[in-house]
């Protein structure tokens, strides 16, 4: 099953704006993680945050987690095209097994 | 480093035959994992090793799903005799047990397969 939804399910943005999605999950966590996967590529791994922790930052990525509200965000800034991919959250309860969301589809026009 | 190998990357058969999918991991990883993405979803966690055992495999159909790790490196996941709603990519991801990393998981390219 499901862990998470994610929030928009597509988002169409220009270069140079900020994309923010969002994600929420339904148990308690150890950690979540962000995972990128481009049109015929594999998942990329690109942020992990852990359970007590409420911001964390990498390169343009910005990531926030509210354990309360069982959410977290993902914001990308400056995006370029190369950015345009499937987003994915993903929790892990401490056993390193993960649970997706339903992804958010992020489009980038040049 | 290399990163995870699957093969192969497509496969069509039609539903009732059976099908093999093979994962080699990123070298040192000890723990592997196979994932299900159907068209439109995120990726469904199947089954976990930790060397050759099974750590978890609860949401694996093993009616007719069945996978393996011999030796705790390769692993092997097969699905006989093989239905329509199958159809899916089948990523195998491999993470270390220890050190910065021991949380995040490195994915292969996945195998494509289509079920007529």
């Known amino acids: 099953s499901q862990q998470g939804e994610e929030d928009p399910q597509a988002l169409s943005i220009q270069e140079g704006e900020n994309a923010t999605m969002n994600c929420s999950y339904k148990?308690?966590?150890?950690?979540l993680q962000w995972y990128r996967q481009n049109s015929g590529r594999g998942l990329v791994h690109l942020i992990l945050?852990?359970?007590?922790?409420r911001e964390k930052h990498s390169g343009r990525l910005r990531v926030t987690l509210d354990t309360s509200k069982k959410s977290s965000s993902l914001l990308i800034t400056a995006s370029r095209a190369a950015d345009t991919a499937s987003y994915f959250c993903?929790?892990?309860?401490?056993?390193?097994?993960?649970?997706f969301g339903s992804g958010t589809r992020l489009q980038v026009q040049p | 480093e290399a990163g995870v190998a699957q093969s192969p990357r497509y496969k069509i058969i039609e539903k009732r035959q059976s099908v093999a999918f093979w994962c080699n991991p990123i070298?040192?990883?000890?723990?592997l994992y196979w994932y299900q993405q159907i068209l439109g979803q995120g990726p469904k966690l199947l089954i976990q090793?930790?060397?050759?055992?099974?750590?978890?495999d609860s949401q694996l159909p093993k009616d007719r799903f069945s996978a393996e790790r011999l030796k705790g490196v390769d692993s092997t996941l097969k699905i006989q005799p093989a239905k329509l709603e199958d159809s899916a990519v089948y990523l195998c991801?491999?993470?270390?047990?220890?050190?910065?990393?021991?949380?995040?998981?490195?994915f292969g390219p996945g195998t494509r397969l289509t079920v007529t």
């Open positions: 991801a491999s993470s270390p047990l220890g050190g910065r990393t021991y949380y995040e998981q490195y």
């Open positions: 148990t308690s966590i150890n950690n």
């Open positions: 945050i852990r359970s007590n922790e």
């Open positions: 993903a929790t892990d309860t401490g056993r390193r097994a993960l649970t």
């Open positions: 070298s040192g990883h000890a723990t």
């Open positions: 090793f930790q060397n050759n055992g099974v750590v978890d």
